[in-house]
């Protein structure tokens, strides 16, 4: 009942046999889970950036490793994004996440979120901003995430210890090929 001040980055490791050798991804691009129905496109996971891409010359095997943007927020440091005074811990993050052209929801009681900072919050500025974003979760006492439509949420812990998110059968698949 006490995890909580941490983010839930998310990977993938995609592995394709690409006989023609026609996908030439870079760390420039994104991939993206979603499944594809008659009337459209459901999305099962946020933008997954390319970080690193690896071909095996003898099966064609193209190997893809990708993160959400929460892994982007360790290669910058908290002056980057520009934090000023009289902020609030939902401000703080709002910033870090609009830093990456994300947005902020609180899933829960938002009221810790509004504690106001009169002097910017023990920030030298040199910190990541995911060590900033830990900060408000260690706060608040919650976690946060990406969401399939690419906002970082924030969800407090329930204190009864009852789940505070399931995933039941319908959401839960194992794709195989």
Request: glycine share 6%.
């Amino acid at each position: 009942n006490k995890f909580y001040g941490f983010g839930i980055c998310q990977k993938i490791n995609l592995k394709i046999r690409d006989k023609e050798r026609a996908i030439a991804p870079t760390t420039s691009q994104y991939l993206q889970v979603m499944i594809g129905t008659e009337s459209g496109y459901t999305y099962f996971s946020p933008k997954l950036y390319i970080t690193e891409t690896h071909r095996d010359e003898l099966t064609n095997e193209l190997s893809i490793t990708a993160y959400d943007a929460i892994y982007k927020m360790s290669a910058n440091v908290v002056d980057d994004i520009g934090l000023t005074s009289n902020m609030t811990l939902l401000m703080y993050a709002g910033e870090a996440a609009g830093y990456y052209g994300l947005l902020v929801s609180v899933k829960g009681d938002n009221t810790p979120f509004l504690t106001n900072y009169e002097e910017i919050a023990n920030f030298e500025g040199t910190e990541p901003v995911r060590e900033l974003m830990d900060a408000v979760a260690e706060a608040t006492q919650s976690i946060y995430y990406c969401d399939a439509d690419d906002n970082i949420i924030f969800r407090q812990l329930d204190k009864d210890g009852e789940a505070a998110y399931t995933i039941d059968k319908e959401q839960y698949f194992t794709m195989d090929s």
